[in-house]
């Protein structure tokens, strides 16, 4: 069984910064994809950054040039450094790892900026 716990939401004013971490376990390996969705109020879910087991990592096109996205496969984690923030970073953020053809999903975090 998989499990995924994301930490490190909060509020935070625009301009600023929060990493989120994710850290996953069960029946896993260091090959396997992982990611960030977020969904807004109101709004479709939508990816927002994934990196390979390899390392590569994928952007949207939002989020690119401040969002990064990195993964500390020893310790089955995930991590999405979030500088320069904005009002419509607003949303609840998931992790997801790709087993396979199986996309499993943490709980998700609130992530608010508000002045």
């Known amino acids: 069984q998989v499990q995924l716990v994301e930490s490190g939401g909060g509020l935070v004013q625009p301009g600023g910064s929060l990493r989120l971490s994710c850290a996953a376990s069960?029946?896993?390996?260091?090959?396997?994809?992982m990611g960030w969705y977020r969904q807004a109020p109101g709004k479709q879910r939508e990816l927002v950054a994934s990196i390979t087991g390899g390392g590569r990592p994928n952007y949207a096109d939002s989020v690119k040039g401040r969002f990064t996205i990195s993964r500390d496969n020893a310790k089955n984690t995930v991590h999405l450094q979030m500088n320069s923030l904005k009002a419509e970073d607003t949303a609840v953020y998931y992790c997801t790892l790709d087993v396979g053809s199986s996309r499993y999903w943490g709980q998700g975090t609130q992530v608010t900026v508000s002045s």
């Open positions: 069960g029946s896993i390996f260091s090959s396997d994809d």
